[in-house]
């Protein structure tokens, strides 16, 4: 800051008095003049013993509605190895094919899936990048409240462990960054 010059005047002085000028001043004797405060009289307590409380049994801790459980975290056995996922995102295996299912329907979306891993299976690929976005993130993870287009990251995990693709996928899990990060999956087949 500079210094001010003690003779020059602020710029908003005629301000300063025009307010000054409508402002009374306390009178400090009459505002801080108190009495003493007569103490409160302690009146005698009513002993009252009380019994000891009943005994009850516990209940059970408050459960938010059914909420459906992460696919990926209700099928950890199912998750592709971590040194191979390593390898995965530094590219030191291939991947051998990809699908995107972008812009299509939860039933679009499903029969594609099935059709292209029965199909790359036939060929003898191992691994597969499936790209299905990431969608809308929701306060909670409830299937029924997530819209349309976060479904399908929701449903792939569901889709893989039906009967009729849990034979040929030995695992899948995130992508890594280079490879779309949570709007991808590495899958892994297995061999026949």
């Known amino acids: 800051m500079s210094k001010r010059d003690p003779k020059r005047l602020p710029h ?9 000028s409508t402002v009374d001043p306390l009178r400090r004797k009459g505002l801080l ?3 003493p405060l007569p103490l409160p009289v302690d ?13 009850q049994t516990p209940r059970k801790p408050f459960l938010p509605p059914y909420q459906a459980p992460l696919p990926s ?5 199912k998750a592709v190895d971590p040194s191979i996922r390593r390898k995965l995102g530094r590219g030191r295996i ?5 699908i995107d299912l972008h812009g299509m329907t939860q039933n ?11 199909a790359r299976v036939g060929r003898g690929d191992r691994t597969i990048l499936v790209i299905t976005g990431k969608g809308l993130k929701t306060d909670n993870d ?4 997530m819209s349309e287009r976060g479904i399908l990251r929701t449903m792939l995990p569901i889709w893989l462990s039906e009967p ?5 996928v030995s695992g899948w899990s995130v992508a890594a960054r280079g490879h779309g990060g949570e709007g991808a999956w590495y899958v892994r087949l297995r061999r026949l």
């Open 33 to 35: 003049k108190l009495g």
């Open 108 to 118: 679009e979306a499903r029969g594609a899936l099935h059709r292209y891993l029965h």
């Open 164 to 168: 009729s693709l849990a034979p040929l």
């Open 142 to 145: 409830y299937i029924a409240a």
């Open 43 to 55: 009146e005698p307590a009513a002993t009252v013993i009380k019994a000891p409380p009943a005994r």
């Open 12 to 20: 908003d002085f005629h301000l300063w008095t025009a307010v000054a």
């Open 94 to 98: 291939e991947i051998d094919g990809t």
């Open 73 to 77: 975290a209700s099928l950890p056995e």
